[in-house]
């Protein structure tokens, strides 16, 4: 159940109060519902309709998140990803039509944090928007508190204090998302963990009908850091492989 809080003036407020999302969808039914949704939650919501005026809001107004639809006019939603994550990072849930792997992949790899596939509840996609936002903070906590050391997996190293990973010395560019789910494996190296354990662990996210958003991430981040090193154990999981000593 989500805490409420009071504001300066005494009013109760939900956790999204004053946090921004900037909704990109050009289906007015799914825009007015999504942001009437948001704005019920407590979050600040800006709308756009195209490419280009996403890509100009997003600069005028910097939002906490976007939420952001892979088919729009102007330009799609994977360049609006690019040109905005270029400017500044802000976590981005990607909207697809089409139940495609690729889409998704793709989406990952331009630096969305996460995907849904239409139609998709108005429930679930609030609840994700919580989660992500919430993990980003955990995030930037992390990050400013010093980890001793570097973790060394054979030609794998992760640098929790930097979020900086590196493979046979190169340095690999990694998602948030990705990141919080690569350490998660490596925090138990070799151990299977299955995908509501990961879902859990990473997302916050209990209900198991996102086990298709871990595969994804899984798919994406085995692409750049070497499909070798990340096991499947049919049926159950995943697991980070590490050098025999």
Not at 3 to 32: K, M
Not at 101 to 127: C, H, I, N, Q
Not at 214 to 227: F, P, T, Y
């Amino acid at each position: 159940m989500e805490q409420t809080h009071t504001s300066h003036n005494g009013t109760a407020t939900t956790p999204g109060a004053q946090r921004r999302v900037l909704v990109v969808e050009d289906d007015p039914t799914i825009v007015d519902a999504i942001a009437t949704r948001l704005r019920a939650e407590g979050f600040l919501v800006q709308t756009a309709g195209d490419g280009p005026s996403a890509v100009d809001t997003a600069e005028a107004w910097q939002p906490d998140l976007l939420i952001l639809d892979i088919m729009l006019p102007g330009f799609d939603g994977l360049e609006v990803c690019r040109r905005v994550q270029a400017s500044r990072p802000v976590p981005v849930m990607m909207l697809t039509a089409r139940d495609d792997e690729t889409d998704m992949l793709v989406g990952l790899g331009v630096g969305a944090d996460d995907y849904m596939t239409k139609p998709f509840s108005m429930r679930e996609l609030a609840a994700r928007v919580h989660v992500l936002l919430r993990r980003v903070e955990r995030a930037a906590i992390a990050a400013s508190t010093p980890r001793s050391g570097i973790l060394r997996l054979g030609e794998l190293e992760i640098d929790h204090a930097q979020r900086r990973v590196r493979v046979r010395s190169e340095d690999v560019h990694l998602t948030p998302t990705e990141f919080d789910l690569l350490v998660c494996l490596a925090n138990t190296p070799r151990a299977v963990l299955s995908r509501e354990q990961l879902l859990a662990e990473v997302w916050d996210w209990a209900d198991a009908s996102g086990t298709r958003t871990v595969d994804s991430h899984i798919k994406a981040l085995r692409r750049k850091i070497g499909a070798e090193r990340i096991r499947t154990v049919h049926g159950v999981g995943y697991a980070l492989e590490t050098p025999t000593p």
